[in-house]
């Protein structure tokens, strides 16, 4: 299990960039094995929004394909989320996600939310027009 805590989100207006940050402080047992980023708009189901696993495969929701980046500092303990040409139907909140054994989902089912058992308080962004 560990601690997530995210940081960066903000407001900007549409066409701008944020760089969202996950940090993870170690708790016990193993360490994780697949980290995402999910978000969600109040009143609406929550969206992956991209995976990344310990080999560095990475997975993204169609809708911020090309715009978004997920990478992650092991060394840090860190994730990042880049997102570029932000839209206003980007606004949400954001959480971070830790996900545990490798190969037991794969990166789609991942995304979905399945195997994912560590949760960040969330990050809240806001892209106006």
């Known amino acids: 299990q560990v601690d997530l805590v995210e940081s960066g989100g903000g407001s900007v207006q549409a066409g701008g960039s944020l760089r969202l940050v996950c940090t993870a402080s170690?708790?016990?047992?193993?360490?994780?094995?697949?980290m995402a980023w999910f978000r969600q708009i109040p009143g609406k189901e929550r969206e992956g929004v991209a995976v990344?696993?310990?080999?560095?495969?990475?997975k993204y929701a169609g809708s911020v394909k090309g715009r978004f980046t997920i990478s992650q500092d092991n060394a840090k303990n860190t994730l990042y989320l880049q997102m570029n040409s932000l839209e206003p139907e980007d606004t949400a909140m954001y959480y971070c996600?830790?996900?545990?054994?490798?190969?037991?989902?794969?990166?789609?089912?991942?995304?979905?939310?399945?195997?994912?058992?560590?949760w960040g308080k969330g990050t809240m962004v806001t892209i106006s027009s």
């Open positions: 990344i696993d310990g080999d560095g495969n990475t």
């Open positions: 996600a830790a996900g545990y054994g490798a190969n037991r989902y794969p990166l789609p089912a991942r995304l979905t939310g399945y195997g994912m058992n560590d």
């Open positions: 170690p708790g016990y047992g193993y360490s994780p094995y697949v």
